[in-house]
């Protein structure tokens, strides 16, 4: 018997598979970021996590921030190093625009796109999935704003439901922060694109921006901030003096499923892992049936 074709719970597999990566920051000829973080190297041991989860996602999605100063030579290394990965894992990859992006430099760079100060949108159909890339981005500026032309824009293309339904895909989260920062730099007008998405099939928000995973909802829908590669946020300080630290960071693994999805964190650490689960143990539950899987794995021995 395959493993792989047996249900071991209530849920048949996810119907679709996203990576959700955020924030890496590069900048031209890999400096260090504020003199100290490595964000290339912190990307490709990103990546060699992604590689490492045996799977074929559906799509991988960076929100935003790819680069800390939207230079050319940051761009081009962004693609040096996450196209081979999507290659070998045959998976689209899908850029969102952050506020430390440069809209002309990453459409011309990384897009192969006429450069412009156009909004940098795309609309991707992952068998089904709906996945809507919009730019928060205020050239000149690090908060974030959605004007007129693309919320109208957002909601042509949210006039006709997709069969598995829509995720946006952005930058600034459209949710509070208990750090003073982030909520001078949050998405403004919020109240606008409640609007737009309000009775569509917009399933799921996913966003970036804060450096530290976080959840919450909005207007009804769940939103999941994924945390950065570059750096991450050290919240166990208290709200006024948090700051950023080369430990902690990690990437989403998106699961959609008929009637929700999840959004499970992968930590990007180097740890020692015991080795009791495997893909024989997996063969050996398979085998059994769904009370002898019960019985061999949910009951607790007797107290004596």
């Given amino acids: 018997m395959d493993a792989a074709s047996v249900q ?41 996590a992604v590689e490492g989860l045996g799977i074929r996602p559906d799509a991988i999605v960076f929100t935003g921030d790819l680069t800390d100063l939207g230079e ?19 998976a689209p990859v899908v850029w969102v625009a952050g506020n430390h992006d440069e809209r002309t430099a990453l459409r011309r ?4 796109l006429a450069p412009s100060e156009e909004p940098v949108t795309s609309v991707h159909d ?20 959605l ?17 598995l339904g829509t995720i946006l895909a952005m930058h600034h989260p459209p949710l509070p922060s208990h750090i003073p920062l ?13 609007d737009a998405i309000a009775g569509t099939d917009v399933r799921a928000i996913i966003a970036g921006h804060l450096h530290h995973s976080t959840s919450g909802t909005f207007a009804g829908v769940p939103v999941s901030v994924a945390a950065a590669t570059c750096y991450t946020m050290d919240l166990a300080r208290p709200a006024a003096s948090v700051n950023g630290m080369d430990a902690g960071q990690s990437f989403h693994l998106v699961h959609v499923y008929d009637d929700t999805i999840t959004h ?15 893909p024989a143990w997996v063969a050996q539950m398979a085998a059994l ?16």
């Fill in 182 to 194: 982030f909520d001078i730099l949050e998405l403004r007008d919020q109240s606008r694109l409640a």
């Fill in 109 to 112: 760079d990384l897009l192969d």
């Fill in 8 to 48: 071991f719970g209530q849920y048949p597999p996810a119907r679709r598979t996203i990576v959700h990566l955020s924030d890496t920051h590069l900048l031209g000829g890999n400096r260090p970021l504020g003199g100290r973080f490595d964000t290339e190297q912190n990307l490709l041991r990103a990546l060699e």
């Fill in 264 to 278: 499970a964190v992968v930590p990007v650490v180097d740890a020692e892992t015991s080795d009791f689960f495997s």
């Fill in 72 to 90: 050319p030579d940051a761009y081009r290394a962004l693609r040096a190093a996450v196209e081979p990965v999507a290659a070998r894992l045959g």
């Fill in 126 to 145: 992952l068998g089904g999935l709906r996945l809507i890339a919009l730019d928060t981005t205020v050239p000149g500026w690090h908060h974030g704003d």
């Fill in 147 to 163: 004007d007129d032309a693309q919320l109208a824009w957002l909601r042509a293309e949210l006039a006709d439901p997709a069969p």
């Fill in 289 to 304: 049936s769904p009370q002898e899987r019960l019985e061999a794995f949910s009951r607790k021995p007797t107290a004596s």
